[in-house]
């Protein structure tokens, strides 16, 4: 905070940032357009902020002299950092691993088959690049497909294979980081600049600058400190509003940190014009997962009446992005009410370009994760005491578990998804009693969803009984649980694989190695015997390195 405010008193008097919301930010800014010095501004910080103010002085001074001494020389076995000159020349191989032509579900049991007898148990993941083909088919063919374009977010899942095939279908890509740049740009395709939003409003000066660098003009905005940034840093950079918009309906709600407010952007434009800055378009997200597609018609009003602001304000807007939060459940009717919404508020005939970020979208089904269950404890009976701890700790139906699991993934891993994508994740038997056979599913079918294990599948599978069981993952905390309370068919053991569908989004990209727990392994497929598989398959080959 006091630094920002330290650099604004620098800044020449026109540079008047837009009055925060808060009081606090309101009274601040008054003292700053009033035109005091530095040092009487300085003055009406706390002490603690002058202090800091004075060590970043002095670091700053000590640094050049002092740096290169201190550096210690690197171990001969330490990993090599990329450069970004590195980064800009090199290829990433990763998007090259090999696909598999078996369908996933096969891939799934030959590793399995393989597993069991050379006795490993690392889990590991199986991306089926026919869903992401075919997601990516249902947008184009959807009543989207022929007016908004496809820039996948990549936080949801930034697996360069799949990077790879979406960016040989066309898509292009929402980046919120330099890495994230970095990462696209050396995809074997070689993607351009003009392919990537950085779609991130709140960005460090250097990922400005980086950005700069690589040619990534668009980039998002939605405060008076990142137009003071992109002054600075990037003038010419091709400017998008992100606006606030109602995401109460929503998974993971991003309004909380990211929006201007309506009344707002009147007073952010007035400074992207004085600063010079090209503010080419608008953006917003509902909200990730987002349950009502209400919320799009909403916010495409928004948009609207801000693209009449910028008129106002001398701009001529030609961009819309309307950002991600589109889920495979209830596409059909969300994208039939968005293109009603953009039919009404941005009629084709004033040729705005309009473009999305999906991210869940195109992967959530293309993942399928297998854990190892690596330990088994029966529940355990105890005194009254402990007794009442286990019920306070199994409070899922309010009904403790008999029998507990511990797979080889969990909360700090894979299952994150649990605890920030707010997931409930559904496990089912890949083999019981270290057998394939008698495991669901059975040959050929897809893998099964993220849905609670069917009876009457159970029932025709020859179940005979079912038992409740707890499922925790590999680490020593006990926040790690993946379920309180599922049913399972009794005969797991120790060894048995379970199975977890729909696992793509927001799972592997925020996985921690905590604890030292490895990350799962990804194996790939085009997904086999089916016409997206080969039309993946055509899309892979005739690509030449
Ligand atoms: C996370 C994010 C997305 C993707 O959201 P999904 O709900 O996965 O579609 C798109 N745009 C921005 C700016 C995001 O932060």
């Not at 930010?25 to 706390?46: M, Y």
């Amino acid at each position: 905070m006091s630094n920002v405010l330290i650099q604004q008193g620098n800044e020449p008097m026109a540079f008047l940032p837009t009055p925060p919301a808060s009081q606090q930010g309101r009274e601040r800014q008054k003292s700053v357009s009033h035109g005091q010095p530095l040092s009487e501004l300085l003055n009406k910080l706390d002490n603690c902020a002058v202090e800091q103010a004075q060590a970043a002085q002095s670091l700053q001074l000590a640094a050049p002299a002092t740096s290169n001494i201190f550096l210690p020389t690197p171990p001969p076995s330490s990993p090599r950092f990329k450069s970004r000159d590195d980064a800009d020349s090199s290829v990433n191989e990763d998007a090259l691993a090999p696909v598999s032509s078996t369908t996933a579900t096969q891939l799934i049991q030959e590793r399995i088959a393989s597993a069991l007898q050379t006795g490993s148990e690392q889990a590991f993941f199986i991306g089926d690049l026919s869903a992401t083909y075919e997601a990516v088919k249902t947008w184009r063919n959807s009543p989207l497909g022929d007016r908004v374009e496809i820039f996948y977010a990549v936080k949801c899942n930034p697996s360069p294979v799949v990077l790879h095939l979406l960016s040989l279908m066309g898509t292009s890509f929402d980046c919120a980081s330099t890495a994230e740049i970095d990462l696209v740009l050396s995809l074997p395709t070689a993607p351009t600049g003009d392919r990537i939003i950085f779609a991130n409003p709140c960005k460090p000066a250097s990922y400005i600058r980086s950005a700069a660098r690589a040619g990534v003009e668009m980039m998002t905005f939605d405060n008076a400190d990142e137009l003071y940034k992109i002054a600075r840093h990037y003038p010419n950079a091709k400017l998008v509003l992100r606006i606030l918009t109602d995401d109460s309906k929503s998974l993971c709600r991003l309004g909380l940190k990211y929006g201007a407010p309506l009344a707002t952007c009147p007073g952010l434009l007035a400074l992207a014009v004085k600063l010079g800055l090209n503010v080419i378009g608008v953006s917003f997200h509902v909200g990730s997962g987002c349950k009502d597609p209400n919320q799009f018609t909403d916010a495409v009003w928004r948009a609207r009446q801000v693209f009449d602001m910028g008129a106002k304000a001398g701009f001529d807007f030609t961009f819309l992005d309307v950002g991600g939060g589109f889920e495979r459940d209830g596409f059909a009717e969300m994208s039939v009410v968005l293109r009603d919404a953009l039919e009404q508020y941005f009629p084709r005939e004033q040729g705005t370009r309009i473009v999305a970020e999906p991210g869940r979208f195109l992967v959530s089904t293309a993942f399928t994760l297998a854990t190892n269950v690596i330990a088994r404890r029966r529940a355990i009976v105890g005194d009254g005491h402990e007794q009442a701890v286990q019920a306070e700790a199994a409070k899922e139906d309010g009904e403790g578990a008999d029998v507990m699991y511990y797979i080889n993934d969990g909360v700090y891993g894979a299952f994150n998804c649990i605890m920030f994508d707010h997931q409930i994740v559904h496990p089912y038997p890949l083999t019981i009693s270290h057998s394939i056979a008698s495991a669901i599913p059975r040959l050929p079918g897809p893998p099964p969803p993220n849905v609670a294990l069917p009876v009457d599948l159970c029932t025709s599978m020859g179940y005979r009984s079912m038992e409740k069981a707890s499922i925790w993952g590999p680490t020593c905390d006990s926040i790690d649980c993946v379920r309180q309370v599922v049913p399972l068919p009794t005969g797991l053991e120790v060894g048995d694989w379970l199975g977890w569908g729909e696992m793509g989004a927001y799972t592997m990209c925020a996985a921690s190695k905590f604890n030292g727990m490895p990350l799962a392994e990804v194996y790939y497929t085009d997904g086999g015997n089916t016409e997206d598989a080969q039309a993946v398959r055509k899309i892979l080959d005739g690509f030449e390195v």
